[in-house]
Structure formats: C-alpha cells, structure tokens
C-alpha cells in the first residue's frame, strides 16, 4: 500500500511533464514506473519501504545515496521515455528521519527537488532549539543541501475547516514578513499576537515567502525548495497551527509565492547548469538560459515549459490542500512570459502568450478549489492585459504609494490618486479585482517620508515634518484608501506610523521592531483610525459599489459613492499644507452623518466650509455601522 512521503507530494497524479527541447534520450532498457508512484518520495508497505523518483531527462546515470545505504550510491532505473529515474529502497524504519541525496551522472550531488524538508550545513546551526527544537543535525561528512524524509511523522489535526472566505470586496489584507513581525521570527508568536491583527479588524494576512530560500534573514524572494517550509521560522506544523489560528478569529490567509525564478541552491539549477558561464545550459527543462525580461533576479523560469507547468502547478495545489492556505500573490507575475523585453515599456507591452499562460495556472487553481480562492498577481502591466486577467478572476496589485505619500507629505500638484478608483483603470467595470495599498515591503514607508521630507511651509507653523501632524495625516490619506471599493492591502504597523526607513540595515535587511508604539498615544490613535476604517469598510455594502464619482486632483479631494441599497456616501479631504475653502456637491441637502466624530450635518445646497490642514470627514445619507 502507497503513502504520502514527508519528502513528496504527488500533486498532479502522474503524468509526464514531457519532453523538453534538447533533453530526451532513449534508453531501451528503462522500466515504467510501480503505479501510484509520485513525484519525490513515495512510502509503501507501512513506511518500510520508498520509491524514489526524480525527474532527470538526459542524464547518463542517476543513484539515490543516504543514510540508508551508508551514502554509497544505490543506482537507480530510468523509464522507458529517458525522463525520470527511480529506484525502491527497503528496510527503513518508519518513525526514523533520513537523510538523502541524488547522485546525477557519478559527480554531481542534490537534494530532491519535491522534499519537504532540507538540512543546511551552513545555515542551520543559527536556528534556535525555540523556534525549531530537535532539529536533525547535518550527517558528518556529507556536502551540501541535504533532503529528509520520514514516514511517520508528526501530523497535524486541523480544528477550523468549515472556514467562509471573505467577499473580494470587503477583503483588507495584512501584509507583514514574519522576520520583520516579531523579534523571535516564529510562527508561534504570530499566532499568540493575533488579537492584534483582529482588534484592528483585517480579514487576511498576506505571508512574505515562506518556502525555504537562500540563507536565513532574506525577504524570501531568494527561493530554492518549493515544497519545504524554512525551518527559520518554525515546523511545517507551525505553519499549518497559525493558519488554523487566523481562521479561527476569521483571518484568511495568503501566501506570497515566487515562481518567476529561482537561485542556486534548486537542484533543478544544478541539475543542468553551466558552471562557466553561470548559466543554465540549454538542455535545462525547467530555466532559460538568459532571463527574458529586465527585472529578473535568479534563474528564469521559462513558463511555456511543459516541466515548468508541471512543476509550478505541483507547488500550488501544494500549499492549497496541505496547508488549507486560502490565496497566493505571486511575485513577479509580469514575468511569465519568454517574450524578451529590454525596457519597462517593452515588458509592460500586452502580451497574449503572458495572458493564455496566467489563464491556464489560473484555470488550474479554480479546478483544485473554486470556492473564492484568491489569485493574486504582482503585475503592474497595461490595462488591456490586466484586464483581461481580471476577467478570470484574478486580482491585481494596485501601487498608490508615490501618489498617497506625495499627499501626505504636502505636495499637492504630484497627488492625484485617481488610480485608486477602478473606474481609472481602462474597460474596468468592478472594483473587486484591484488590489490598492498605500504601502508594501517593496515601498518606501510613508511616515519616514512625511517626517524626512514632508512640507513644512504651512501657515502658523504647519509642518508636515512635526510627528503628530504627520501621523494625522495618515489618517487622512486612510480615510480614502477604506472608502474606495475594492479589495485593500496595507503593510505591516503602517497603522502605526512606522517610521523607519526602507533602506535601514540594506532593503532587504533586518528592521528594528518598534511594538513599543502601540503604547504611544498619538499612534494608537492611528491604530484606532484604521481599525474604525476598516469596520466600516467591511460592514457597509456601500463600500462595494461600482457607483462612484470621485475629484483626486488638487488640494481638496473628494468622492461620492452610491450603494445598491441608495446608501450615499461623500469623502472630502485637505491635503494642503493650508486651510482651504471647500464646496461640496452633496447628492441631496438635509441631515448627513459624519462617520468619525460621530455627529451630524445639517446640508444645504451649496455646501461650503473651511477645512484646516490635512481635516478629512466620511458624512453618509444614514448612519454607518
């Protein structure tokens, strides 16, 4: 009887990725793999027994060595097409870790691409016994990365499985970097601070990448193995208990997935990699030699690959039944094409090949799980083509941090935010599918800038620079974002202020931790701001509406939205350094309700008042919830 390895997820039951250019040879002599067989490891008779299996075309010999055989090589038998070699390897000991390497070729050692855990000799001995306790050690005298697998281990017994995802439309995302969260950069420690993120009252948590990368202090954009979770910040069983715990307090959760390229460390680099010029060789089934577009880092995947297909749809039905995740956002999703672009305006051309293939993974994620999964794409291309993105269902980042931060700061003539409305956004007749956000890991914060650079050049000595003004302009620029409709995202203790530069410790480096904030009165109110925000954003239906007119330009800026229940909503805000005469076209006068200071207007037509620097109100035609 076949069971699921602890270094093999037979994700797409077992087809042949085929035959990539360049990589096949016949070898008469091959023998099909047992049925049932997957990708990795696959355990049969009670764990006693494995099939390896790796995917290897062209390869003149592949053996498996580990601490199963004493590390001397236990050749394996390669199918009659040439692709993959595998081999059974008896009398193990289920409840016993193992650790194992591939052998390609008589020279060349890797770990298994489909593991779902690997040793690092130099990495991780700077993981404390607290975050990781009993953590193999590195076997003696073997070299590089080092896969493990283990049939009986520790499972894990999901407690909230009839968990509701929230509407696209109400979704506010809480994008933070484990590292960057909490100082022991543990899953365990999110999943005890998450009253935190429920008080605030977002319902999804966006993960920075989580799979193992490149080192242990990285952003994670540095991937290398897929399937296994980095050991720096916790189990696998870690994991799945925080995601557990975020739907318990009705959090979904959203993997931010790197499939545009990989580093190094991939065996499936190594496998077919050219050590003197640095590059795939053009036999590699799964990378392209040079990458085809101007922002790749890594080694570019080429996703018109049918191994590349195979591959990343592997990893996404992953993480979608393993770990009950509820959406990924991929990194870098402009990239998937292997239409060679040298420029931005050349990589933001449209691009049919980039669409049939995100339609094609996209297809594929709706067939493993249809039930409002979210697919969420870093893509920053033209309207035509995200659009027509969108029309699959897929949603698309929305950056407004220059335009927002320019606001905040002051500088009026540079602070036109229309893009945060989807009517801005060509042949776009919904707004569920944008993805607005004032702040990601990728922007520099907006406090930093309001305090570094902000205007000071107010009247009565109005200074943007000054830190209780500066946070009161957060709120400002919030109101905006929550009241647009559509899906919002914002970055980790931006509902603080944070204030740190970007760039402190190199971009992608360590940032200090500042909880201490939450105690600071003029940030909580902050904190408090966003937390009411967010409430009424994902309690009034208004919010959702595709009814909205809206004046982002200037000094004053303001909107109207009209809910399908005739709800009416006016924002107006004074983003000037100086008081500024306001006239606002209300849709009708008589009594409004102004949403954050809990009163009432009485409207007459023509509305006019004085706003002071950086005044903001939300009125609406009946009271908010």
Known sequence: MLATASCRKNDIQHSSPGSPTGGEVSVPNGKPLPTGAGDGVTFLNSGTSAIFNIYAPGKTSMAVIGEFNNWSPTAMTVTPDGNNWWVQIDNL?????????????????????????????????????SVYPNLKAYPAGQTGIVSVMQANQPTYAWKNTNFTRPDKNKLVIYELHVRDFVGTHFYKTIADTLSYL?????????LMPVNEFEGNSSWGYNPSFYFAVDKYYGTKNDLKALIDACHAKGMAVILDMVLNHSFGQSPMVQLYFDKNTQKPLSTNPWFNVDPRHPYNVGYDFNHQSAATKYFAKNVMKFYMQQYHIDGYRFDLAKGFTQTLSTDDASFAAYDASRVAIWNDYKNFINSIDNNNFYTILEFFGGDREEKELSDNGMMLWNNLNYNFNEATMGYVPTSNFSRLYFSNHSGFTQPENIVSYMESHDEERLMFKNITYGNSSGANGYNVKTLSTALARQETAAAFLFTAPGPKMLWQFGELGYDVSI????????????????????RHKLYATFAKLIKMKINNPVFTTSTITYNSSGSIKTANLTGADGTMVVVAGNFDVNSQAVSIAFPSAGTWYDYMSGTTVNVTAPFTATYAPGEYHIYSSKALK
């Open 93 to 129: 000991d289920a409840n016993k870790e193992y650790a194992y390497q591939y052998l390609a070729d008589g020279t060349l050692k890797v770990a298994d691409p489909y593991c779902e855990k690997v040793l690092d000799p130099d990495n991780d001995k700077y993981i404390p016994a």
């Open 198 to 206: 429920s008080n605030l009252g977002v319902n999804a948590i966006e």
């Open 503 to 522: 760039d402190v410790n190199g971009r992608t480096g360590e940032k200090p931790l500042h909880w201490e904030y939450n105690n600071d009165a003029l």
